[in-house]
């Protein structure tokens, strides 16, 4: 396994830590949905929904919702703006 493939499988490992929710949560922030748009169509409160961002956010070891689409988009996690998902 080349540096860089293990590099990749070792940040989709990070993705499968998350929970469903965190992974729902998470696909909608990658495409560029903001914490009241995902509380609305989760049916959660805002708070809960940032705290849900904030969890993601730690757990894939980002700094930021930019940071969070360029890697789930690298991983495989969403697909690329364009793309259909599998």
């Known amino acids: 396994m080349t ?3 293990s ?5 989709r490992e990070l993705y499968e ?7 729902e ?3 909608l922030l990658a495409f560029g949905r903001t914490c009241a748009d ?12 940032k705290t849900h961002r904030g969890h993601v956010l730690t757990k ?9 689409a360029r ?5 495989g996690f969403v697909p690329a703006p364009g ?4």
């Open 3 to 5: 540096g860089e493939s």
């Open 7 to 11: 590099t990749l499988e070792a940040r």
């Open 17 to 23: 830590s998350l929970t469903e929710r965190e992974r």
């Open 25 to 27: 949560v998470c696909k």
């Open 38 to 49: 995902i509380a609305r169509e989760l049916a959660i409160s805002v708070k809960t929904a």
């Open 60 to 68: 894939l070891r980002l700094r930021n919702v930019a940071e969070l």
């Open 71 to 75: 890697d789930a988009i690298m991983v």
């Open 83 to 86: 793309e259909t998902a599998p």
